[in-house]
């Protein structure tokens, strides 16, 4: 099997297919090819039904795959799916926290269950509690909390044991835009004390602010990879947007925008200029100071990025936004 | 070691649960002690027969409550089946515990519940009138354990695969009345026809009824306890053989 040596997680060719009572085969995963780094936010995107839980289930042992190979830190998944569980985290869509107890008792529990003494598993729950800012409902019934609070929860059940990789399926789905960003603070913090993450997600802004690298996923097929950035360049399409205050500036402008090398394409509309460039965030400075060297008035300006959702679309020829499952 | 201190932890863990709601204990209680209370008085007008010899009738009903409370386990399910649909479960799979340790912490869990029942019940026979030994109760005991092991077992199955409490309700109330009349415990087997007691011999709780009886007479060289334990016991272990099955290969939500 081929890896590098930072490598956390390589599949090769994962298949999942159900069977159904009346005989018809459900392809769930179709050939699916992975190769995770340590350390990274890798984002699994795509819509409902696209087959992303069912590889989450697979590379958490939860579920034996049809075909295919893969390894999850440095062990089989056929042969070693023991070894795999004591070293990596699963916060499933539901959480799988006990509702039926407090945040403390149901962190002392998961550390016992990787087999951490009584003494670790109190230190450790103390401090993730203060980590998480659970402090003010630790000792409350966990049916109580809050979406937010919940999740939160979670993230830290899953992360008590400090593994290699941990899996988070949908994290955020169904938390107010706050939590969100409050959870995706959490993420980061994890990641910075190198574990590694693996989630799914269908939600674009996540895929694109949190993740580090991506496999877009769609009908059980990875269908576009890279980073974020990356595969929005691919698309190419990025443009400054410049509205000058005349046209006669506009002129002057266009004539000054035609000789630079990074200008791919220009495009004038109304009084505005637009600018075909590559890494425009870059150069929007850049942009500004020839302009302003020229003595060249301008009005406003802006970037125009291409999004996740426009490679989406050149792939599969379906917005994920227009998906109606979203 | 790993394997019993997971279980441990685990029992523990639904032990407290349970505790935290301790009028299932009563709720359990409540059927075949009102049972006791207003049913078995009439067998004594029926007449001295055989069948029910006048002055054993306590050693012959009670019996059959007892076995037919650790049946009632067949209900273990309802607990569980939140619990798949919470998370919970997956949580507990995807960690390096035991799967074993997982059902064995939650048959223990249930089977101590029905431990306390069962005592319970004996007592409130006892005071109103059952006559037996010592020996009898503890070995009887036993048996209602290996009873309750089994059903629990199959709860949790038909609720790995029903994945809702409709499902698992209409399964077990499918089950549970010709389990109870052809287990005779309303009235012994023996009187019933020979058809009738050709298909009660499918049924291995009636095989437990049957010795719990002989316990509680005094019949101790009686083959029929044998007979029992035996059977019971295979059964046990299959329906924990499967139960562990489908807990592993269980589809997780």
């Given amino acids: 099997m081929v890896s590098s040596h930072s490598t956390i997680l390589y599949t090769k060719n994962l298949r999942k297919t159900f069977f159904t009572k009346d005989k018809k085969d459900v392809q769930a995963v179709k050939g699916v090819d992975l190769d995770v780094k340590k350390g990274q936010i890798f984002g699994f995107l795509g819509p409902n039904g696209a087959g992303k839980t069912t590889t989450l289930q697979m590379l958490t042992t939860l579920l034996t795959p049809t075909s295919g190979e893969a390894m999850v830190v440095n062990f089989d998944l056929k042969t070693q799916p023991q070894k795999i569980r004591e070293h990596i985290g699963y916060v499933s869509q539901s959480g799988g926290a006990d509702r039926t107890t407090n945040a403390i008792q149901d962190l002392i529990l998961q550390a016992m269950l990787y ?40 993230l830290a059940l899953g992360v008590i044991h400090e593994p290699d990789i941990i899996f988070l399926d949908e994290p955020t789905t169904g938390l107010d835009p706050q939590s969100r960003a409050r959870f995706w603070e959490e993420i980061r913090t994890i990641k910075d004390d190198g574990t590694t993450i693996f989630l799914t997600t269908h939600y674009l802004d996540e895929a694109d602010s949190l993740c580090d690298y991506l496999a877009i996923v769609d009908h059980g097929k990875i269908v576009a990879k890279g980073t974020p950035t990356a595969l929005k360049h691919k698309i190419g399409g990025e443009s400054i947007i410049v509205a000058m205050k005349d046209d006669k500036e506009l002129e002057k402008g266009k004539n000054l925008m035609e ?23 870059k150069l929007l400075a850049d942009v500004l100071r020839l302009l302003d060297n020229e003595k060249i008035g301008l009005l406003t300006i802006e970037l125009s990025k291409p999004s996740l959702d426009d490679v989406f679309l050149q792939e599969t020829g379906r917005s994920l936004r227009e998906g109606g499952e979203l | 070691m790993k394997f019993i201190q997971d279980t441990q932890i685990l029992f523990v863990r639904n032990f407290k649960k349970t505790l935290r709601e301790p009028l299932w204990l009563f709720i359990g209680i409540m059927q075949p002690a009102l049972y006791i209370l207003l049913y078995m008085p009439l067998l004594k007008n029926i007449g001295n027969t055989s069948a ?66 069962s005592v319970i019940l004996i007592f409130i026979a006892l005071l109103l009138g059952l006559r037996t030994s010592v020996i009898a109760v503890i070995l009887s005991l036993i048996l209602v354990i290996i009873v309750g092991a089994t059903t629990s077992c199959i709860s949790y199955i038909i609720s790995i695969s029903a994945r809702h409490e409709d499902g698992l309700a209409s399964t077990v109330n499918t089950l549970y009345l010709p389990i109870m009349l052809l287990s005779g415990i309303m009235l012994p087997i023996s009187l019933a026809p020979q058809w009738l007691k050709n298909i009660a011999g499918f049924n291995p709780f009636y095989y437990a009824v049957e010795a719990a009886r ?11 306890i044998v007979k029992g334990f035996l059977i019971m016991s295979v059964f046990a272990a299959v329906a924990l053989w499967f139960a562990v099955r489908s807990l592993r290969k269980m589809a997780v939500m």
């Fill in chain 1, 115 to 154: 087999g951490l003494n009584l003494d670790t598993a109190q230190k450790r729950a103390k401090d993730l509690i203060d980590r998480f800012e659970l402090t003010e409902f630790a000792d409350r019934i966990i049916s109580s909390y809050s979406g937010g609070q919940r999740r939160r929860l979670d």
């Fill in chain 1, 259 to 281: 000789k630079q090398k990074f200008v791919e394409k220009i495009f004038v509309r109304e009084n505005k200029l637009y600018l075909f460039v590559k890494e425009g965030e």
């Fill in chain 2, 52 to 117: 029910l010899p006048l002055g054993k009738i306590a050693q012959i009903f009670v019996p059959g409550m007892l076995i037919i409370m650790g049946v009632s386990s067949l209900f273990a399910g309802f607990g569980f089946i939140p619990e798949i649909r919470e998370g919970y479960i997956t949580r507990l799979l995807v960690t390096p515990v035991n799967r074993f340790a997982i059902l064995l912490a939650m048959v223990m869990d249930q089977l101590f519940t029905l431990l306390m029942q």
């Fill in chain 2, 214 to 224: 002989e316990l509680f007479l005094g019949n101790f060289t009686s083959f029929t």
